[in-house]
Every structure is written in C-alpha cells, then in structure tokens.
C-alpha cells in the first residue's frame, strides 16, 4: 500500500500523444494521479526521473520462449530478465515451441512455468491448428478458458483454405483473436532473401515481395467472409500496404504489426553472408522499410513487436542459407525503436502507440497507458544515452542479435510491474 511519486519525468502518454514535464503516483500496483503542475502529492517513496522518460511499459506480441523443448535456447527465467532490462512489462509469447502449444495442458504447462520463472507479466497465445500442421484446428474453446489470448500458427501458413476458413468461423463465434502470417507458402519455401538485383549477386534463393501481397488479399477474403478479429503479425512490404488499407475502408476487424528488424535495418544488411541478419520474412529494400515506417507513422500499421527468436550458435554459425532464421529483440527493442524517434520519422508518443497502447488495446488489457487506474506498468528510460552494443551483455540465452557491435542510444534506467521494480539498471 505505499505510495510511490515519479517525480520531474518527461511523461510519455501514447493516448493523449503528449509528451510532457510532470510526476506520476503509484498506489497499490495501479497509477493513482498524474499532474504536471509544480506541487507534488504527499508519497513514502520519491523518486526523482532528472527529466528522463517515463512511458507506459512495452506489450512485445511475439515473443517465442524455447519451453518446452529447446530450453537450451531461451527459458522463461532469462527471457524474463531481458524483457525487464528492456522495458518489456507484458511478453506475449509464441506457440511455436518443441512439441507445439496446441492443448490446454501444454498451455498449462508454459503458464505456470511463467508464473514462477518471470518477474514480467507472460501472456500466452496457442496454435489454431494442432501441431501447427494446417490440418485440424485446436480446441479453441478450450484453450480460451485455460488463458490462451489468441491463436496462431506463426510461420506455418496454413495452405488448406478449407481448414483454415473453418478454424476461423469457430473463432468468430468464440471472439478469439487470430494472428496470421501473410506470406504465399508455396513462393517463400525456400528462400532467405529478397528478390532483387542484391540477391542475385550474391547467388541466394529468393521470394518476390508478391507473395506478401499475395498472402494478405487471401486472408483478407476470409476475414470478409468470416468476420473474425484478425491481426497480421508483420507486413514488410510497400506492396501490402494498398491491400490493408482497403480491408480498413471496407470495416473489417483488422489490424497489423511489424518488427523491429524490418523497420531499422534492410536487405544490404546481409552482405558478407552475415546470419545474424537472417530473419524471416526476410529483410527488405530500403524503399519497403521506409514505406513501413511511414505505415506506422500515419497508424496503418498497429504494433511494433520485436518478434523475439533465439537461437544457439551452431543454428546460426552455418552457410547462409542453411542457417536458421530469426533474432533475439527483447533488450533491443527499445533502443532499436528509438533510431526512428532520433531520425525524425515517429514521436516518442507515435513510438510508443505502436509498442506500448496498441498492443494492448488489441488484446484487451489495461495497460499500455499512464491513464488513472491503469496498471503501473511503466519503463524510465534516457532516450540519448549511447552505448555501443556487446551480444555477451543480453540477459538472452541465446545471443542472435544483427545489432552486435553497433552504436545504439537509449538506455531503460528502471522497469515497473504493478509498481514494484523489476529492473534497475546499474549504470543510472
């Protein structure tokens, strides 16, 4: 029950889209008041921010935890401590795991693992198909009541449009959200790059970025016909962007987010084979990411995510097209995200629509927001201070990060869950 005052921070509010000098109290785990006036309430605790940021902490959709099956890889425990150290209060985790988390007990499993492992808030999404294989859906229902928030089969497009049609009439009378990913399954096998001239100099297998498009204009015909709530996990393209925009205009229940990945670095990227740059979708032209961003700036796209993906050395430590995709993102999120405040292309608030408030509204939860009565779910950061980034210092099992040995600035000084810290950082 004691009171805890922020005081002289720089209040970032995704929801009003300010960006102001004032203080912040917490009681009971819950924002209690906000002012921006001179006069503080009375409060135990003092906390002075020295006018750094203080925003509503990150709802990271898409986090893969390796449990079960690779915990090699990421467990809950570390992934828990590199969430906090990156501002990250609520990881919405994958299903994508070894054996898939397509039952109520296994979803079970991974939520009280969770509970005990993580100082962070873990909410779990489940596979709308069993096994992620595109041929049964799960037992929604079923995996709803056991504290699944939505459903998807991640990468594995279900390519059955039969099956997934009717996965996605049982959603709709169950109010289930589902996550989908937007690509032609039968043009991306294969492929680690994007189709260009870049590709086909250095001799890699790739996809055309049609068969981004491709995939949304199929989903969005079944959205059309059955009325789910729906959410595209990336749109990496320019050529995606017309579709969403009509299905919008149209009033479906769609909405759309992006990573970090594609919103900060590009296809040169890859040069001299390097596999930490390995993503799937695969990383795209400057012109794809720039209209990205622009899609993020004007609200078309909804959620920024680090679409977190560890994976070991020797997954990664192979030739470049045999080397596995995905990247760790949990502790570089923000300090990624903040290239886009520095280079002029988002506002703090923008910035943190897309990763704190949008998320969050999309999946019914109270937090995101430095409303009165929301969760103190918060992040203190300095948006300025440089670093230059070490791959041994993540808090990850699994160090896979494309941003190893670049120069980054924007450092979480402290990481509140329900007002309590869960992070402070050493060097503050």
Known sequence: ??????????????????????????????????????ATPEAEERVDCAGKCLAPGIVD?????????????????????????????TMITRPDTLPAIDSPEALEFVSRRANEAADINVLPMAALTKGREGREMTEIGFLMDAGAVAFTDCDHVVRDTKVLARALTYARGLGALVIGHVQEPTLSAGATATSGKFASLYGLPAVSPMAERMGIDRDIALIEMTGVRYHVDQITTARALPALRRARANGLDITAGTSIHHLTLNDLDVAGY???????????????RMAVVEAVRDGLIDTIS?????QDEESKRLPFEEAASGAVGLETLLPAALRLYQSGDLTLAALF?????????????????LAVGAPADLVLFDPDKPFVLDRWTLRSKSKNTPFDGQRMQGKVITTYVAGCPVFESPNA
């Not at 935890?65 to 990250?88: D, F, L, M, T």
């Not at 390097?274 to 993503?279: A, D, H, L």
């Not at 408030?357 to 927001?369: Q, S």
Request: charged share 25%; glycine share 10%.
């Open 1 to 38: 029950m004691t009171r805890t005052l922020l005081h002289d921070a720089r209040l970032i509010d995704p929801e009003q889209g300010t960006d102001t000098r004032g203080w912040l109290l917490i009681e009971n785990g819950h924002i209690v008041a906000t002012g921006s006036d001179a």
């Open 61 to 89: 959709l898409g986090v893969k935890v390796c449990e079960p099956g690779e915990r090699h890889k990421e467990s809950y425990r570390s992934a828990g401590r590199a969430a906090a150290a990156g501002g990250v209060t």
């Open 274 to 288: 390097r596999t930490f740059f390995k993503v799937k979708p695969p990383l795209r032209s400057e012109d794809d």
């Open 306 to 310: 680090s679409m977190h993906t560890p």
């Open 353 to 369: 629509r897309a990763l704190s408030l949008n998320p969050a509204k999309r999946l019914g939860l109270p937090c995101g927001r």
